[in-house]
């Protein structure tokens, strides 16, 4: 319920302290907990494959980003897997070639959906020796196949397995979370708010007011939404607010800092503060290290790949017009000379397309580097739009 509280009488015994107050805003919206979400948690059996949706190379339930994996452990022994999760079945993130493979087979009927973030699977299965039916909790490992299916943290060169054994399920979703219209319920950091001193609000506010709301790592000036300006301690200590420990960041580079993995922000935050940046001179075609720094996080995986075999690095966060010059699509990868694009939103895709561009998806990127390389290089004559 909105409160009108008048201020009028606090303003004015701040002035008189010989202080000027702070903008600050009390409004918090949080995001409701539906039927979906507590069922998720717990873990939904699939009946059928067309419940879940892949066609961005993650794996979507309902608009949210979700794990499969198999319950019943009888196969593989489920007293082992209890003791030691690295000897159970592996939870997937993608739809890799294992997925693939179940599907052909028939057996995808076996697998759960959750978008549990503490690792902690509900397996269960039959002893084999005293038939009973035994189930507790263990902690799986990622499917190698998907994080290679991804790129994700340059798997698909090498290296899965070291990513396997300090995946974190938290993170990973944090990294797609553009991908997905619903954000998971529980953000991370929502137990640690005690470790903030009482006074934190105001200290964050002064700070940012201080610094006229810019961004000291990439400069984007965030005067105009002030929300997604943070405050970040350097040394991780959040009662520690003196001012050397102290960085005013966009919530884009904030979630870059160390131990800031965990940080979900939606799409429309990410392109805004694309947007502001382009628009304030802050992003050049200066190279692979730009795009990678500046682009999505869920594109990250695909920048890696896509080096090595493109001459010429990706615009990032470029608006498409249409021909009366109205913006109508943001893509977040361009190649403008030949008019090829990687968009998140399909909505971005489809009406980058109508205005003759050809847009790629992430995954569809991924699965054919080869052939997107050549496209936005020029060295093959695009299509106005690609159909793919």
């Not at 009927?109 to 978008?115: A, D, L, P």
């Not at 965990?262 to 992003?283: K, N, S, V, W």
């Not at 890696?304 to 913006?327: K, M, N, R, T």
């Amino acid at each position: 319920m909105p409160l009108d509280v008048d201020f009028s009488d606090l303003l004015r015994a701040v002035r008189k302290m010989g202080a000027e107050p702070v903008d600050f805003s009390v409004h918090s919206q949080a995001e409701p907990i539906t039927q979906i979400d507590i069922e998720l948690e717990r873990g939904i059996v699939l009946n059928d494959w067309n419940d879940v949706d892949s066609s961005n190379g993650l794996l979507s339930y309902k608009g949210r980003q979700i794990l499969l994996y198999i319950q019943d452990h009888t196969r593989k022994g489920v007293h082992q897997t209890l003791k030691d999760g690295k000897k159970g079945n592996r939870f997937h993130i993608s739809d890799c070639k294992t997925l693939k493979m179940m599907r052909e087979g028939g057996r995808f009927e076996r697998y759960v959906v959750t978008q549990n973030l503490d690792g902690d699977f509900k397996v269960s299965g039959e002893d084999w020796h005293t038939k009973e039916y035994i189930e507790g909790i263990a902690k799986l490992q990622v499917c190698q196949n998907c994080l290679k299916e991804l790129n994700y943290k340059g798997a698909g060169n090498s290296g899965a397995r070291n990513i396997a054994e300090t995946f974190d399920i938290e993170e990973f979703f944090s990294v797609y979370s553009s991908f997905f219209p619903h954000l998971p319920r529980r953000r991370a950091g929502e137990h640690e708010y005690d470790s903030y001193t009482k006074d934190w609000a105001q200290v964050a506010a002064h700070y940012k007011s201080e610094k006229n709301f810019i961004c000291e790592s990439c400069g984007v000036d965030l005067g105009g939404h002030k929300k997604l300006l943070h405050v970040h301690h350097k040394n991780g200590l959040k009662g520690d607010n003196s001012r050397p420990n102290l960085q005013a960041l966009c919530s884009c580079c904030h979630r870059e800092q160390p131990l800031h993995g965990q940080m979900f922000i939606p799409h429309a935050d990410t392109q805004l503060i694309t947007r502001l940046r382009r628009e304030q001179g802050l992003l050049k075609p200066t190279g692979w290290t730009n795009a990678l720094r500046y682009c999505d996080p869920g594109l990250h995986g695909l920048v890696d790949a896509l080096e090595p075999h493109c001459s010429i690095a990706p615009e990032v966060g470029l608006d498409v017009q249409d021909s009366s010059y109205a913006v109508v699509a943001n893509l977040e990868l361009a190649w403008p000379e030949t008019r090829i694009g990687i968009a998140i939103s399909e909505e971005d895709r489809e009406a980058a397309r109508k205005a003759g561009w050809s847009v790629w998806t992430m995954i569809e990127a991924l699965q054919n580097i080869q052939g997107l390389a050549s496209h936005a290089c020029g060295e093959i004559k695009p299509a106005r739009v690609m159909e793919l």
